[in-house]
């Protein structure tokens, strides 16, 4: 075991991976080049968890791919006696999902995160970064949620990541375990799978299809691109404090409608490719982050420009088309 071995969960998903790909960019090359952490990826790969998000660092020597559940206690374990830290980034994640069924995201959310801080804490893990949602906060018309906002989830799964997080700080506060939460806004980019907003709109418009718009299309959102989402978590584990939680905003609010039109023209498509559909139920109105703290302690900011971002994205998705289409 080496003092940088680290148990990344859920990272064949979307954010996960980019986190991994990161980190190892630097060692990429034959061998094991020094100060390259050893990670090892835990991923049940479900529908969201693509084996190919992994592709770039799949025969590198510091990286270790295991199929497996969280909620494995005995294999989470094994696996956790290894290693010194943990970043959780395992989660069923699709608000839409957990209101036709909320069952597998309490079980993995809930009791998930429980049978890995029970293991952290056994192992003697160094740090525990729990990967959260600014959804927790649930909605709020004016302002920013700093940190210390009473967490008031709208959604079932936005009530588990709420639970996930206070267990994590209960552990920190019980046991000591050094536990550090990240609660992120809506993350964009390339190898998102195509059930969130995004991907979902641009595949859809790339084939001709129409789009649907919730409601009033006017619920806003923050969006940050998913480099800066990886790189403010390596912040946080590296130099954060144990038992604090530290919001990781973008810097651009729009509501869901402005999204769309820069969305089509993105794509060459008019409003005509776009349906007005019934509102999803507890659609939250708005969403805001303070990142007052993490900018303070850590120097985190936002580096991506939201319009260059998103071209990128776009650009990515168009390029690659094979990769959406065997996914979705």
Partial sequence: ??????????????????YVRTLLADGSGPGHKAGTPRITVLDKMTYAGNPD????????????????????????????????????FAAESHVDRSISGAADFMRTNVLGTHTLLDAALRADVRTFVQISTDE????LTTGSWTETAPLLPNSPYAASKAAADLIALAYHRTHGLDVRITRGSNTYGHHQYPEKLIPLFVTQLLQGLKVPLYGDGLNVREWLHVDDH???????????????????GGGTELTNRELTGRLLAACGAGWESVEQVTDRKGHDRRYSLDCTKI??????????DFAT??????????????????TW
């Fill in 1 to 18: 075991m080496t003092d940088e071995a680290i148990l990344v969960t859920g990272a064949a998903g979307f954010i996960g991976s980019h």
């Fill in 53 to 88: 998000n992994l592709a770039a660092v799949r025969d590198h020597p510091a990286c270790t791919v295991v199929t497996g559940d969280i909620c494995d206690a005995e294999l989470v374990g094994e696996l956790m006696s290894n290693h010194r830290y943990v970043v959780n």
């Fill in 136 to 139: 927790v906060y649930g909605s």
């Fill in 230 to 248: 990886v790189r403010a978590v390596e912040l946080v584990r590296t130099a954060g404090r144990p038992g604090e939680i530290y919001n990781v």
């Fill in 295 to 304: 900018r303070e302690e850590l120097g985190y900011r936002p580096r991506t």
């Fill in 309 to 326: 971002g998103l071209a990128e994205t776009v650009a990515w998705y168009r390029d690659n088309r094979r990769w959406w289409e065997r």
